[in-house]
């Protein structure tokens, strides 16, 4: 969805390393979230925000922080990226009914 | 958030309709379904949601069982676009969050 943008699409590091990816709405949601998807498998919740200074801890949020910048930016951070946190990462935003539009994704290799 | 069974893969041909199933047994009242796909890699899709009443859209309909204890997503002429996993999902209303599990692959085939 063009409304949700996701920068790097693409991302190389080694481990030990601290990156960013970031996500862009242009929707006007509050709500927004962090998922990663590991090959074969469904995606699962990292990080939700359902305003500006609200942040919540997903399933997983282990080894990655998160900012709110503003309602339309959210960003995601690996302090000390792992090899085993090489996966697909898709952001998120939704309506109040929780109808979600997810960004194209980030494909992130740590080596 | 109550757990889905799907089966893991179903092929239809194109032109026909596509029925995928879903199994919800433990579903609670304020609990609604809902289905996304997604298309090779891609951000999923939102398809269509419903608490208790059958509901349809552009994309699909969605049947749900009166013991709201299981749901059929129906795409009425599958293309092989709509070849993709697709994802039943149940959550409780605002604040529920989704639980993605593992999909059904539907292959539709000339």
């Known amino acids: 969805d063009a409304d949700v943008t996701q920068t790097p699409r693409n991302r190389i590091t080694k481990t030990g390393k601290r990156i960013m990816l970031e996500c862009s709405q242009t929707?006007?949601?509050?709500?927004m979230y962090w998922y990663r998807q590991d090959p074969g498998l469904g995606l699962r919740l990292i990080y939700y925000?359902?305003?500006?200074?609200?942040?919540n801890k997903g399933e997983i949020s282990d080894g990655y922080s998160v900012s709110r910048q503003a309602q339309a930016k959210f960003s995601l951070s690996l302090e000390s990226a792992i090899p085993n946190q090489t996966a697909l990462y898709f952001c998120?935003?939704?309506?109040?009914?929780?109808?979600?539009?997810f960004g194209p994704g980030t494909r992130l290799l740590v080596l | 958030d109550a757990k889905t069974t799907q089966p893991p893969s179903m092929d239809c041909a194109e032109g026909r309709a596509a029925n995928l199933p879903c199994n919800h047994s433990?579903?609670?009242?304020?609990?609604?379904v809902y289905w996304y796909r997604q298309i090779h890699s891609q951000g999923p899709q939102y398809i269509i949601h419903?608490?208790?009443n059958n509901e349809t859209n552009e994309m699909a309909s969605l049947i749900i069982t009166e013991d709201r204890k299981s749901s059929t997503l129906i795409l009425p002429h599958a293309t092989l676009r709509d070849t993709a996993v697709y994802y039943c999902?149940?959550?409780?209303?605002?604040?529920?969050?989704?639980?993605f599990g593992q999909g059904t692959e539907l292959s539709v085939k000339p």
């Open positions: 998120a935003t939704s309506d109040l009914e929780e109808t979600q539009y």
């Open positions: 929707k006007g949601h509050d709500r």
């Open positions: 925000s359902f305003d500006v200074k609200d942040i």
């Open positions: 433990t579903i609670s009242g304020n609990e609604y």
């Open positions: 419903g608490l208790k």
């Open positions: 999902i149940v959550r409780a209303g605002i604040g529920g969050k989704l639980i």
